[in-house]
């Protein structure tokens, strides 16, 4: 499984979470959407252990399996059809969550959040 994260579930591996270290372990890939990048450093610089969280998030990144996500025109064209969708519903979502969506939908993952917002976005696969 391509597993993409976001930030409440790499917060959970960052504490050790036996569940979430498990599942990514058991990831043939791990993807990290940049919006969750851009998320988890503004909460390292408004922190008080940014240095400590930054050590870790480099070495996380480092690892062999993990990938990160940047955006394109595909990502876009995906951004805008998502957020006209949730519009249409009457169920936005934050932002950075409608980037995250487009980016998984467009790279064929799964996401791996506690986030229940994703819910509105049914095509998108959850674990």
């Avoid at 504490?15 to 969750?36: F, I, K, S, Y």
């Avoid at 988890?40 to 070495?59: C, H, K, Q, Y």
């Avoid at 006209?84 to 932002?95: A, C, D």
């Amino acid at each position: 499984m391509r597993l993409a994260l976001d930030t409440n579930t790499y917060r959970l591996i960052m504490e050790g979470d036996p569940d979430a270290v498990h599942l990514v372990r058991r990831a043939e890939q791990v993807l990290m959407p940049v919006p969750v990048l851009a998320e988890l450093r503004f909460g390292f610089l408004s922190g008080t252990r940014g240095r400590e969280n930054e050590a870790f998030l480099v070495r996380f990144l480092d690892r062999a399996r993990v990938v990160v996500l940047s955006c394109d025109e595909e990502t876009a064209e995906r951004f805008a059809t998502l957020k006209l969708q949730l519009k249409r519903q009457g169920t936005p979502i934050p932002i950075h969550d409608v980037w995250i969506a487009a980016l998984v939908l467009q790279h064929g993952a799964t996401l791996f959040t506690k986030d229940s917002d994703f819910a509105r976005i049914p095509q998108l696969p959850r674990v």
